[in-house]
């Protein structure tokens, strides 16, 4: 498609369930970034994907996320066993190539916003 | 961290061109200046980016020093749905193509 579509738009969660999150990224586009929106204006990168493969997961917390971007699927982000400070808005953009290239413009979806109760 | 500094907020009168300054005083010489913005609580939208010459498209100019260490965003004619959070963001290949966002300026357009 043309646009970064994530689903679902609202999530609640009561606190210790999982919560997984979908991003189908913009068709021909090889990177997917995954960013996690707590208060406004405060952006924390968590992962991105070159088509399968991991490619910077050093903004991924240790335990309970876990993402996978398999071919022909959406790429998904999921929290094991929720915490309350896992409420967010989580946004997904992909490119045709990583920011920092001349032409890496990154497409961000809708987000996802998690709620944790 | 971010590697830019932004002020914090702005006020632009409707129709009038609509100046947001950017430090970047460490960038290096493979790094990009990106610019993009969130209307509200929408996604991030790209606005323009560059290397060393100064860019224009049809949103907005990219204005950067000679010595790259601060850049200036052109909105030329600001309306009221220009309101939003603008982020200058400086990247290059050596952060793997991720976007560092720092806390970005608020801009008010008011009419």
């Known amino acids: 498609g043309e646009e970064v579509a994530q689903t679902p738009k609202h999530l609640v969660r009561g606190e210790g369930q999982k919560a997984k999150l979908y991003c189908a990224p913009i068709?021909?586009?090889?990177?997917v970034f995954w960013y996690q929106q707590v208060l406004k204006n405060e952006f924390k990168f968590l992962i991105s994907f070159q088509n399968e493969n991991v490619f910077d997961e050093t903004g991924m917390p240790k335990e309970r996320f876990s993402a996978k971007c398999l071919p022909n699927s959406p790429c998904s982000l999921e929290i094991q066993a929720t915490k309350l400070e896992d409420s967010a808005v989580y946004f997904c953009?992909?490119?045709?190539?990583?920011?920092?290239?001349?032409?890496?413009?990154?497409?961000f979806g809708e987000g996802s916003r998690l709620t944790v109760l | 961290d971010a590697k830019t500094t932004q002020p914090p907020s702005m006020d632009c009168a409707e129709g009038r061109a609509a100046n947001l300054p950017c430090n970047h005083s460490t960038i290096s010489g493979n790094e990009y200046v990106y610019w993009y913005r969130q209307i509200h609580s929408q996604g991030p939208q790209y606005i323009i980016h560059?290397?060393?010459n100064n860019e224009t498209n049809e949103m907005a100019s990219l204005i950067i020093t000679e010595d790259r260490k601060s850049s200036t965003l052109i909105l030329p004619h600001a309306t009221l749905r220009d309101t939003a959070v603008y982020y200058c963001?400086?990247?290059?290949?050596?952060?793997?193509?991720?976007?560092?966002f720092g806390q970005g300026t608020t801009l008010q357009v008011k009419p």
């Open positions: 560059g290397l060393k």
């Open positions: 068709k021909g586009h090889s990177y």
């Open positions: 963001i400086v990247t290059g290949s050596s952060n793997t193509g991720k976007l560092i």
């Open positions: 953009a992909s490119s045709q190539l990583p920011a920092g290239e001349n032409t890496g413009e990154l497409f």
